[in-house]
């Protein structure tokens, strides 16, 4: 089985300062992990995804993250925040074993400040 | 550019009502998928679809069923709406392949009264 753990249902940055949502995985194969924005009233659309290769991981909107497989986690940065970058982010995990089917967590709502 | 379209962005029923959701992808997708967000659960897997016809159960299949007659369109039904099934309903499609995107429609927020 596969599971996902958000850290923190709210995150709160100041405009300008450093974004960080946690995310830790448990897999017993694996992972291909991946992190998803949803905007106020709308679907969720992708950020990035890591699958083999290259464990920092470059998105959309400037964010990236990092597989660390020692730590079993795939934490979402973003160096400055933007007040559009006020949404929920949720990171989900699969791998070859489960096809396309994710297993996604509770979500972080990040809130940037002014 | 791709697209995932729900029927209805909002939605307010009667319990004991049957209730249909409508999905639509145009991008030749196997793989559909119905999810339910709540707050605090994130989004959990009602049931999905690798082919016309096929579907398989998700994490919370009760209460629900589904319908894939043509490879664009997947559908959930709720049989007999209850209280406790007023929530965002999120339809995506994807390929086969474990490491595609899944695409998300708009959603479908439920209430039923």
């Known amino acids: 089985a596969q599971s996902v753990t958000q850290l923190g249902s709210h995150v709160s940055v100041s405009e300008g300062a450093l974004v960080l949502l946690r995310c830790n995985y448990s897999?017993?194969?694996?992972?291909?992990l991946f992190w998803y924005v949803q905007y106020p009233n709308q679907g969720l659309q992708l950020l990035l995804k890591y699958t083999t290769g290259a464990t920092l991981v470059k998105g959309i909107n400037g964010f990236e993250a990092e597989f660390k497989k020692s730590e079993t986690s795939f934490h979402l940065t973003k160096p400055s925040a933007h007040m559009s970058d006020a949404a929920e982010y949720f990171c989900a995990v699969t791998s070859w074993k489960y096809g396309n089917k994710l297993v996604f967590g509770a979500g972080t709502i990040l809130r940037v400040k002014s | 550019d791709v697209k995932v379209t729900q029927s209805s962005r909002y939605l307010v029923k009667r319990t004991g009502e049957k209730v249909f959701l409508e999905c639509v992808q145009d991008?030749?997708?196997?793989?559909m998928f119905w999810y339910r967000q709540d707050p605090g659960l994130g989004l959990r897997l009602i049931y999905f679809?690798?082919?016309?016809?096929?579907?398989e159960k998700g994490d919370i299949p009760e209460g629900y069923s589904v319908s894939r007659e043509k490879k664009e369109r997947f559908s959930l039904i709720l049989e007999s709406a209850s209280t406790n099934q007023t929530s965002m309903y999120l339809c995506a499609s994807s390929t086969t392949r474990a490491t595609g995107e899944q695409y998300f429609g708009p959603g479908t927020r439920l209430t039923v009264t």
């Open positions: 897999s017993s194969v694996p992972p291909y």
């Open positions: 991008m030749d997708h196997e793989n």
């Open positions: 679809s690798y082919d016309v016809k096929m579907k």
